[in-house]
């Protein structure tokens, strides 16, 4: 857990600045409930720890080339 704030009240502020942010949640505290939520408030993505190299490189992926398509960074 991140001290002063969750990993979703960041995001949440930052979408605030940036509406286009691609957003990927990584957690160590995983359920089911947590990543419908995430998703349904905007997260592009739900990454569960642990996680390998792989998956974090295919979601990243992912994220950079949906961000590409609707003419993000």
């Not at 969750?6 to 979408?15: A, K, L, N, T, V």
């Not at 720890?49 to 950079?64: A, C, I, M, Q």
Request: with cysteine; net charge negative.
């Amino acid at each position: 857990m991140m001290p002063g704030m969750s990993g979703w009240s960041f995001c949440s502020s930052y979408f605030e600045h940036d509406p286009d942010l691609i957003c990927i949640m990584i957690t160590g505290y995983a359920t089911v409930d947590l990543a419908v939520e995430a998703m349904k408030q905007g997260a592009f993505d739900f990454l569960p720890k642990p996680f390998t190299l792989d998956e974090l490189s295919t979601v990243v992926n992912r994220g950079l080339t949906s961000a590409n398509a609707v003419g993000g960074p």
